[in-house]
């Protein structure tokens, strides 16, 4: 196989991928004026049903816009050499390679970043604001932004400093050091995200004694699931939008409830979510999620191992001098097929695993707080209640509102 050859391949599974994400989101357009099914008829009154058919509309049209803006990018900056470019610059600054790699990939990201910042501005105080979702304001998402980097910096930068080193002291082998590291962060920062991520970005405070926290605790002791981390979230400031999630294992254990979620439910629906929010960790999701990551992270680093000092890689790109950066970002695209089919499995599992959840609740509390509260959600953010089956499959990590409707009722 000849560099030409793999430059040619890189190119086609790039514009391939695009090519089937437009696809895909045809065939989930054409799906957007469909009736409401009977059992979600009571979800959307007439007027707010035109309203999240202009809002899925709208999303559509600059997802294709934002996309092909990007694609249109990095075919020029593949084809004029791009790569070869930033790594002379790299160079230019040291011969370190451990430093040029930070300094390559830091360039690359940063371009990207400044690329795609005004597309997310837009989204952001354009469209998310027409719909009355926006609540952020400009100097926020500054700061999110600088917040955003400085993690970037640190935090990836530290493990890809580690990962060249460990590939210069060990060669192919690196990927069993990568890999011990990358399975300790991915437990350290599920166990710890909430206490050392959350709070640059959110404010966390204990859910006030009174009649939610007492139904809460109520629940949780006859399910013998001790928890004594209940946190509210100021989700408000920067979206209407309501979640609530679980993170952590053993006392490190917490359920978060986003202040717009205690504002939009029912008591009794926000003990329903949060008796799902239960399930998974009942049902050991959290574990298996981890264990899955980590297989994969193996898999996927092993397979880097095998690959990344091929020089192929490196000419194929129009570097002269190979590199463990350059031979990253070839395979990274090289890797997209088996990415794809790896996400569509982890997908299958977190659908099933969204069934399990929601029958954990409605078996030890209640389905139909649990359904309003779906219906609620869904109303308040405009979801789509008639996407295309292969798009759900493809593409979505929870089953659709009328998917757990009829599973509850079952």
């Excluded at 075919?75 to 390559?104: H, K, Y």
């Excluded at 371009?111 to 100097?139: M, V, W």
């Excluded at 050991?284 to 996927?300: K, M, P, Q, R």
């Amino acid at each position: 196989m000849t560099p030409t050859l793999v430059f040619y391949i890189i190119i086609a599974f790039i514009i391939l991928s695009f090519v089937i994400d437009q696809m895909l989101d045809w065939l989930n357009a054409k799906h957007f004026d469909d009736p409401i099914p009977q059992e979600l008829a009571d979800v959307y009154d007439s007027e707010t049903y035109r309203k999240s058919q202009d809002y899925k509309k709208v999303n559509a049209k600059f997802s294709t816009l934002t996309s092909s803006f990007m694609l249109v990018i990095t075919l020029l900056f593949f084809v004029f050499d791009g790569f070869a470019f930033v790594d002379q610059i790299a160079r230019s600054i040291s011969d370190n390679e451990i430093i040029v790699g930070l300094i390559f990939f830091g360039i690359i990201m940063l371009g990207s970043d400044i690329l795609t910042t005004p597309f997310s501005y837009y989204k952001t105080f354009i469209i998310e604001e027409r719909f009355g979702f926006n609540k952020s304001t400009p100097k926020l998402f500054l700061a999110d932004k600088l917040k955003g980097w400085l993690m970037t910096i640190i935090v990836g930068g530290g493990l890809l400093a580690l990962v060249i080193w460990f590939y210069q002291i060990s060669g192919s082998l690196f990927w069993v050091y990568a890999w011990i590291v990358f399975a300790v962060f991915a437990l350290v920062m599920n166990m710890f995200y909430a206490k050392l991520i959350v709070p640059l970005f959110n404010k966390q405070t204990p859910l006030e004694e009174g009649s939610l926290r007492n139904k809460i605790e109520q629940y949780a002791a006859t399910v013998g699931f001790k928890l004594n981390n209940i946190f509210v979230i100021d989700g408000s400031k920067r979206s209407t939008k309501a979640n609530a999630y679980f993170s952590g294992f053993g006392s490190e254990k917490r359920i978060t409830l986003y202040d717009t979620l205690i504002n939009d439910l029912e008591e009794d629906e926000i003990v329903a979510v949060l008796a799902h929010e239960v399930g998974h960790y009942k049902k050991n999701h959290i574990i298996v999620n981890l264990f899955a990551s980590v297989i994969l992270t193996g898999f996927t680093l092993w397979l880097l191992g095998i690959f990344i000092s091929n020089s192929i890689f490196s000419e194929a790109l129009g570097v002269a001098e190979p590199s463990f950066h350059i031979g990253l970002i070839a395979f990274g695209i090289l890797y997209s097929p088996i990415s794809g089919i790896t996400g569509f499995l982890m997908s299958v599992l977190s659908r099933k695993f969204e069934y399990q959840a929601d029958n954990f609740a409605k078996n030890t509390y209640a389905g139909d707080p649990l359904i309003s509260s779906l219906k609620k959600l869904s109303r308040n953010s405009l979801s789509n209640l008639t996407p295309h089956p292969l798009y759900v499959k493809l593409h979505y990590s929870h089953p659709t509102l009328l998917q757990r409707y009829r599973n509850l009722k079952g």
